[in-house]
Nanobody
Framework: QVQLVESGGGLVQAGGSLRLSCAVSGIVFRLSTMGWYRQAPGKQRDLVASITSRGITNHADSVKGRFTISRDNAKNSVYLQMNSLNTEDTAVYYC???????????WGRGTQVTVSS
């Protein structure tokens, strides 16, 4: 059974930083594509960043230069470093895993990030 547990969310002032973590179990982590998505109230869930098993990253245009996704295969964990946060980054952030880089994604329960002005 796949389990993804996010942590690191919270309340931060605009311009601040947060680091999200996601601990993963139940899959062969090193062979999985990992992603961070976010969903703001009344909006759809959007991709923030992803990283393949080979370490190839993709970041949404809205976060390029501010957010960085990374992974630690030894710890079965993926991270999202978020800098220069602004109020538009307020959302629930979800960790997602795609085993073997194809097929359905599995999801965590999400962690709230709130950026105050």
């Amino acid at each position: 059974q796949v389990q993804l547990v996010e942590s690191g969310g919270g309340l931060v002032q605009a311009g601040g930083s947060l680091r999200l973590s996601c601990a993963v179990s139940g899959i062969v982590f090193r062979l999985s594509t990992m992603g961070w998505y976010r969903q703001a109230p009344g909006k759809q869930r959007d991709l923030v960043a992803s990283i393949t098993s080979r370490g190839i990253t993709n970041h949404a245009d809205s976060v390029k230069g501010r957010f960085t996704i990374s992974r630690d295969n030894a710890k079965n964990s993926v991270y999202l470093q978020m800098n220069s946060l602004n109020t538009e980054d307020t959302a629930v952030y979800y960790c997602a895993a795609q085993p073997l880089g194809r097929g359905n994604w599995s999801w965590g329960r999400g962690t709230q990030v709130t950026v105050s002005s």
